[in-house]
């Protein structure tokens, strides 16, 4: 290994040191894993199995007596005021209330605050309201699960796409920015190490340091069987998707007078270039806005090869997008690089 390699490692292996001892950067960095890492506990979880309802009855009927009898997943609660079995489903007691109005007329109070059971519940009492009634099923309907997905794989392209994002534009920048604030910058100018030295290796420091994190969530999140295609498309995604949002970070970095300044700027930057990519599916408006944005096209590229098991060949736009923005990003940051270098000579 030659002198000048020595010095681009040594510059990678301070920064990979300072990123542990930084508890700013560490946080950037072990949030998102341990949130990605969270959502495999829903894996195993259905909708909702137990319910707790009020049943409200205006004339003698045998409702509640009929949902305690068949509805064994149900625990009922028969209430004799209608405006006390609100106030148990407003204060959080019930997940709802089925007022019997008459023999064939019912309402049914729900807790919208409580999506993911407002939407069971919906179904459930739908369901038990017409066998109570005794009406015949008027269609038959079959959903099939294609695929076997799970919870946490198919958020994860979304948590990759956070992370380095973040790693890129917000640790990169504040890292490179801090050795103007340590006047590194004006060391370099009077030692034999080269100011293009110390730009490579905070570059290389911000690709491996995503890439690491990357291969960290995949072992964490138990992504192993992709295959030789899978880790292939991979293996081209995640650095050309890390030179990306690096290059943006050292480009804040640089144009930046400090540290202060280059997070808030990273900060700024931030929320616009991930949230288009979030709702990119709300409609074409949307997905024509992300489209011009680096984070889109790393997030389709994960999509596909991470939950419909794509190969090279599958991601190809997105891979050529990614190689667009590597170029102009690399080259922008290198120009504003050399200007600022001009201006300590």
């Given at each position: 290994m030659g002198a000048k390699s020595r010095r681009i490692w040594a510059f990678i292996r301070k920064d990979l040191l300072e990123s542990i001892r930084n508890r700013s950067i560490l946080i950037a960095v072990v949030l998102p894993v341990v949130a990605s890492l969270l959502f495999g506990v829903l894996d195993n979880v259905q909708t909702p199995k137990h319910f707790s309802i009020a049943v409200y009855e205006e004339e003698n009927s045998d409702f509640s007596q009929f949902v305690k009898g068949i509805a064994l997943n149900f625990q009922v609660q028969v209430v004799t005021d209608l405006d006390?079995?609100?106030?148990?489903v407003q204060s959080g007691q019930v997940h709802g209330l089925i007022a019997v109005q008459a023999e064939d007329s019912f309402a049914v109070f729900l807790d919208s605050g409580r999506p993911v059971y407002f939407f069971a519940l919906s179904e459930h009492i739908t369901e038990l309201v017409e066998v109570y009634l005794g009406l015949p099923p008027r269609y038959h309907l079959e959903i099939i699960p294609v695929g076997d997905t799970k919870v946490s794989r198919s958020v994860l392209p979304v948590w990759i796409t956070i992370t380095m994002s973040m790693i890129g534009v917000m640790v990169v920048s504040g890292m490179f920015a801090e050795e103007k604030d340590?006047?590194?910058l004006e060391a370099i100018g009077v030692s034999p190490v080269g100011y293009g030295e110390l730009l490579l290796g905070k570059g290389l420091f911000g690709v491996l340091l995503s890439c690491g994190t990357v291969l960290?969530?995949?072992a964490l999140n138990r992504?192993?069987?992709l295959g030789l295609s899978g880790w292939a498309a991979l293996g081209l995604l995640v650095p050309m998707g890390a030179a990306c949002f690096t290059a943006i970070g050292l480009l804040i970095g640089v144009i930046s007078s400090g540290q202060s300044t280059a997070r808030s700027a990273a900060t700024i930057l931030y929320f616009p270039l991930l949230f288009p990519t979030l709702v990119s599916d709300l409609s074409s408006v949307t997905r024509l806005l992300a489209s011009f944005l680096p984070t889109f096209h790393l997030y389709a590229g994960l999509e596909a090869v991470l939950l419909h098991r794509q190969a090279v060949?599958?991601?190809?736009?997105?891979?050529?997008?990614?190689?667009?923005?590597?170029?102009?990003?690399?080259?922008?940051?290198r120009f504003a690089y050399k200007r600022m270098v001009n201006s300590y000579d």
């Open positions: 006390h079995g609100k106030e148990l340590t006047k590194t960290l969530m995949l992504v192993l069987g060949g599958g991601i190809l736009p997105e891979l050529a997008a990614l190689l667009v923005f590597s170029i102009v990003l690399v080259a922008g940051t």
